[in-house]
């Protein structure tokens, strides 16, 4: 047994422990609290394996997809959740999500760092399917959610349906299906009074 290796390793799962206590802007279904990074990294890794055949192409690596869900919001153990309509937080996202990745992914042995941090990457260029229907997943569920909770981040940061096309309308580069989904979706939200036109 490779004792460095191993102490290496223990210490990326005790680091990444820490996105336990990341509270993200998305509300519950239930709307009685938000969401944690982890609780967000479970769930979009659910729905990337349940929802894969809608991705935009066919015998997509959804291993891969799931694995670029699992570690993505790492960074945001340092670098915090990015509120995606805060338009002054987003201005230093990407550099501080790529200072906090050269850190936590540094925390491990050198195969698994170029592993996770080619993997990180990859999904931030957006230039594979794999990535574009990651994307797509990620962008979808804290959508879904407040739609199902009705409305609750929406309202609170008094958001209205062309900022959600305009932050979310990439969803299309990795299921095109998912895109229309979601568009019905904002749809009845505003004919229901949870998403302001």
């Known amino acids: 047994m490779d004792s460095v290796r191993l102490s290496q390793q223990m210490k990326f799962i005790a680091e990444i422990d820490k996105l336990k206590k990341v509270v993200r802007e998305s509300?519950?279904?239930?709307?009685?609290?938000?969401?944690?990074?982890?609780?967000?990294s479970w769930h979009i890794?659910?729905?990337?394996?349940?929802?894969?055949?809608?991705?935009?192409?066919?015998?997509?690596?959804?291993?891969?997809?799931?694995?670029?869900l699992l570690i993505h919001d790492v960074v945001e153990i340092d670098a915090g959740d990015t509120f995606i309509y805060d338009k002054e937080h987003v201005k230093d996202q990407k550099d501080r999500e790529r200072k906090a990745a050269?850190?936590?992914?540094?925390?491990?042995?050198p195969d698994q760092r170029s592993e996770f941090t080619a993997l990180w990457e990859e999904y931030e260029a957006l230039k594979t399917p794999e990535a574009n229907y990651a994307r797509a997943i990620d962008s979808m569920q804290p959508l879904l959610l407040a739609y199902l909770n009705g409305g609750c981040s929406w309202r609170i940061h008094s958001i209205i349906k062309s900022q959600v096309i305009a932050?979310?309308?990439?969803?299309?580069?990795?299921?095109?299906?998912?895109?229309?989904?979601?568009?019905?979706?904002?749809?009845?939200?505003?004919?229901?009074?949870?998403?302001?036109e």
């Open 27 to 40: 509300w519950l279904v239930d709307a009685t609290r938000k969401e944690t990074d982890a609780e967000h």
């Open 45 to 68: 890794m659910v729905m990337a394996l349940l929802l894969s055949e809608y991705s935009n192409q066919a015998n997509i690596d959804v291993f891969k997809v799931m694995k670029m």
């Open 102 to 109: 050269h850190r936590i992914f540094g925390l491990l042995p």
């Open 167 to 196: 932050t979310k309308k990439h969803m299309g580069n990795g299921s095109s299906s998912l895109w229309e989904y979601t568009q019905d979706l904002l749809d009845d939200a505003v004919k229901k009074g949870i998403l302001k």
